[in-house]
């Protein structure tokens, strides 16, 4: 690691077992091992970074996100945000479900401003925020209405200003995107991009898209089935800012292309991956 980096995310030697029900071990994850570190620009701004964790359906990509954020705990080994050992749910760290999350009995302004008044915020700083953060999403109309009377898209927008609101410095995203179809998809990707460049957050980001992984992210941590485990770590050469021209490119299609061979070739490999080529 360079010396004007610092560690974001640290995985030492991980594993993680479940037992199912009738007391047969699962081992879900096994001796993962990644760095997520604090990128800079040229100019020294940090920049953050955007890592993709890609891999089939079940390889335990969403098993290894929560225990970043504090919701599970590893069998062996330790996982590590910010140079501590992670033991429980941090303000430091800010989830996106496939699932939407938003309270439903609270407007869309209500969710935004949650996280910041059960933490003390002012309330003139919280209306602030929350001004600031819809405009970016474009939902300043929908402010006042309520979560289920949004798309999809919409709804997702909430969740990502909701985590926002508490500016943490790493973001992790388990498919958020995956329910949407794929206009939505395409228009909450360059959303998310624009955000992400404004914040210069750390961000994880699960798919199981090779399509979407190469366009997003900085790296890719490329993950085995059954049990899970990193199998390469991928540079992603694309200059950024990106735009939609750069999927029709042909450097692009030929990441996509390695990728998938590398999913394929992968040890265990069974779950279902997606593909747009």
């Known amino acids: 690691m360079e010396a004007n980096k610092k560690s974001k995310i640290t995985i030492k030697d991980v594993s993680r077992v479940f037992f199912s029900p009738s007391g047969e071990r699962i081992e879900a994850i096994k001796d993962v091992n990644l760095e997520v570190e604090d990128a800079f620009s040229p100019a020294g701004r940090d920049i953050g970074e955007f890592r993709v964790l890609l891999g089939p359906s079940g390889c335990g990509k969403s098993t290894l996100l929560r225990m970043i954020a504090g919701l599970d705990k590893p069998t062996s080994g330790q996982v590590l945000v910010n140079g501590e ?18 309270f439903p009995w609270l407007t869309v302004a209500e969710n935004v401003a949650y996280g910041m008044k059960i933490n003390g915020v002012p309330e003139a700083q919280r209306k602030e925020t929350v ?38 410095s790493v973001i992790l995203m388990d498919e958020p995107f995956g329910a949407l179809d794929a206009q939505t998809r395409s228009d909450m990707q360059q959303l998310l991009l624009q955000i992400w460049d404004e914040t210069a957050c750390t961000i994880l980001f699960v798919t199981h ?3 979407e992984a190469v366009y997003l992210a900085d790296r890719i941590f490329i993950m085995s089935s059954h049990p899970g485990t990193i199998v390469e770590d991928v540079h992603v050469p694309f200059d950024r800012p990106r735009n939609l021209e750069l999927k029709e490119k042909s450097e692009f299609h030929d990441l996509q292309h390695y990728v998938l061979g590398r999913l394929k070739s992968a040890p265990g490999i069974g779950g279902h991956v997606r593909v747009s080529i």
């Open 131 to 168: 001004d600031r953060l819809l405009k970016s999403v474009g939902l300043t109309e929908f402010a006042d209405v309520y979560p289920e009377t949004l798309s999809g898209g919409m709804q997702q927008r909430v969740a990502i200003a909701r985590t926002l609101a508490l500016r943490p």
């Open 85 to 102: 050992v992670v033991t429980h749910p941090g303000k430091d760290r800010g989830m996106v479900f496939q699932k939407y999350t938003s």
């Open 209 to 211: 898209d090779v399509e």
